[in-house]
């Protein structure tokens, strides 16, 4: 057989999926698994986005569509950017993707060449080293333990950059960690970034999922400065239940969204009608729905934090987002359960998916291999008795 580019033995399969398929493999054999493993919102989307796919079918054009995404689906994203406080952008600025995930790799290959370096916070969402690794860039990972949050601190970046730097990712709120950068804290980051002619990627696109009455606030906001270079990524997986209809939305200078623009001609062409007309309807109708789903989220985060509370040693900065919380469980380290000792994040997921039917994601997937990532997006009923498997899993450890 012919040889693949040697770039594709960079590509890692996703540790993430190598739980849920271990998952499934258990569940198969008839155990009982609560899964705390998937980021996938536990609703489906509102009834006036079923109903705008259904018109869509009805009224099916036949043809191909724009690479840049519907009119209509610009103009919605648009006015939607504006309702956030993120107006000034035309329709030039924007450009949709197969799901958030396509328009980051193809930012990334748009301004990225070998041997560049992408400043990457750290614990990351995997995705992030990968597309980096994939594309022969040099990642720089800056530690942001629990000590500090898990929040990416302005002399940090300072430290960082080098006349090789050309982008570093922001994710706010985060994935793995929850955590929420406030207002001040954007201003500080941004304070810093500007003094740097390099890319900034701002993944917000758990931006509708914050807690607390917490102000949700953009790096360009404090800086408009930053509108030259920052790329502004959303998506309607997780806000409005929507993973499965590949809805990413970007908004950046005009050359990079020409380029991407360029990109998805010669790639996907464009999105499926269907699922724009669908999107169009999240973007403009009702957003109470959003709000109800980020409200349920919360209180399931105060469950969990909870929880954490009464297992001794366990360190959990309080997340203010997403659905995700990550716990420091490195106190377990050196113990062990039913005999079997835990060295490290990985046996921990292990014992407790194998011994107390709970799946969880190791920290190490993340950059972090102290903790572990919790994703309590699954139904209430499943969060409450794997919270209590967990439990009792750290009082039977010894
Ligand atoms: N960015 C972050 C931080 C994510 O957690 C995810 C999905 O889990 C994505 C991007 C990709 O989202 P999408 O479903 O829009 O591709």
Redesign the pocket.
């Given at each position: 057989m012919p040889q693949l580019a040697p770039r594709m033995f960079k590509a890692r399969p996703s540790s993430i999926m190598q739980v849920v398929e271990k998952t499934n493999k258990l569940k198969a054999e008839g155990k009982s698994i609560i899964s705390f493993s998937i980021?996938v919102p536990n609703f489906l989307p509102a009834q006036h986005v079923y109903d705008a796919a259904h018109k869509a079918i009805d009224n099916d054009p036949g043809i191909y569509q724009p690479n840049r995404g519907t009119p209509a689906l610009v103009k919605a994203f648009l006015t939607w950017l504006e309702n956030e406080g993120l107006g000034g952008y035309t329709d030039k600025n924007v450009c949709a993707g197969?799901?958030?995930?396509?328009?980051?790799w193809k930012a990334m290959y748009a301004v990225l060449q070998p041997g560049d370096e992408v400043i990457i916070p750290t614990p990351y969402?995997t995705?992030y080293l990968d597309i980096t690794d994939i594309l022969e860039a040099k990642a720089v990972l800056l530690p942001c333990g629990p000590e500090q949050n898990y929040k990416l601190k302005p002399e940090q970046i300072a430290a960082a950059v080098t006349p090789k730097t050309k982008m570093i990712l922001l994710?706010n709120p985060?994935?793995p960690t929850g955590m929420v950068y406030t207002p001040a804290e954007i201003d500080a980051l941004a304070a810093e970034l500007v003094k740097h002619d390099i890319w900034v990627l701002a993944?917000d696109?758990?931006s509708r999922l914050m807690f607390d009455g917490l102000e949700y606030k953009h790096v360009t906001q404090s800086e408009p400065k930053l509108r030259d270079r920052t790329i502004l990524?959303q998506?309607?997986?997780?806000i409005y239940g929507m993973?499965g209809w590949?809805?990413?939305m970007l908004a950046a200078p005009e050359a990079l969204a020409t380029a991407i623009v360029n990109l998805n001609s010669n790639g996907i062409t464009n999105l499926p009608h269907v699922c724009m007309e669908a999107a169009v309807a999240a973007y403009t109708g009702p957003q109470d729905f959003t709000f109800a789903r980020r409200d349920e989220f919360a209180q399931k985060r105060d469950q969990v934090l909870a929880a954490m509370t009464t297992c001794k040693g366990v360190n959990c900065p309080k997340p203010q987002g997403?659905f995700y919380v990550f716990p420091d469980i490195s106190c377990t380290f050196g113990k062990s359960h039913n005999g079997v000792t835990i060295h490290n994040d990985v046996d921990f997921c292990n014992l407790l998916l194998e011994h107390a039917g709970v799946a969880v994601v190791p920290g190490s997937a993340f950059g972090e291999p102290k903790a572990i990532r919790i994703s309590y997006a699954c139904k209430p009923a499943d969060l409450a008795e794997g919270l209590k498997r967990w439990t009792d899993f750290f009082a039977a450890l010894q």
């Open positions: 980021g197969i799901g958030a995930k396509d328009l980051l969402w995705t994710n985060s994935n993944d696109i758990y990524l998506s309607a997986s997780k993973p590949r809805i990413g997403a």
